[in-house]
Each structure stands twice: as C-alpha cells, then as structure tokens.
C-alpha cells in the first residue's frame, strides 16, 4: 500500500512541478537569465531555493548510502530526475523503487 502512494506521489512530484515550468515557458520562453532572476528575486523567494537545494544535496547524500545498503542499482537515474524535475519526484520515486526492493528480500 504504502509503495503505490509513493508512486503516486512521484508522478504528482513530476506533473505539479512541470505544469508551472511550462507556464513559465510559454510566458517567457527558455530564457534561464529570467529564470534564475525571478527564483532569487527577493529573501523570501532565496529562503524557499536555498532550502530546496540543501534539501536535494542531503537526500543525494542519504540516497547513496541507502541505496548501497540495499544494494539498489541506477542511483544516477534519482540525481539526474532531482536535477531535471526536482526532489518533488526524485524522493518519492527512490522510495518506491526502495520499497520494491526491501519486499524483495
């Protein structure tokens, strides 16, 4: 049960994020300058990336050393979905594969 809320969770981590990227797009095109300007626009908009960020390097961190105990292959595939969509996905989706694989021992 708890293994497919977590794929549910994965694919709501994969669509939310996208859904406001590709707003984002549309209204500006792929202009990263922009981008990145409006991500640190001000403290409070620094605080929220700054936190995620941290957050991303500490699940990398925790993700490695799980996925070696568990002996889980494809760990560059978790680094590159939190890097392509963001830890919204990538947590999620880990745990899933981590549940598949603890139920299989």
């Not at 497919?4 to 939310?16: E, T």
């Not at 990263?32 to 620094?46: G, H, P, V, Y």
Request: proline share 2%; glycine share 4%.
């Amino acid at each position: 049960m708890r293994k497919n809320l977590y794929l549910a969770l994965a694919v709501l981590g994969l669509l939310a994020p996208y859904y406001f990227l590709f707003q984002f797009l549309g209204a500006n095109g792929f202009n990263i300058s922009l981008l990145t300007d409006q991500l640190f626009a001000n403290e409070i908009s620094t605080f929220f990336a700054v936190d995620l960020i941290l957050s991303v390097i500490v699940f990398w961190v925790w993700m490695s050393a799980e996925a070696r105990r568990l002996q889980m292959k494809n760990t560059w595939a978790y680094i590159l979905a939190s890097l392509t969509v963001g830890l919204s996905f990538a947590l999620p989706l880990f745990l899933y594969f981590r549940e598949r694989k603890m139920e299989s021992k």
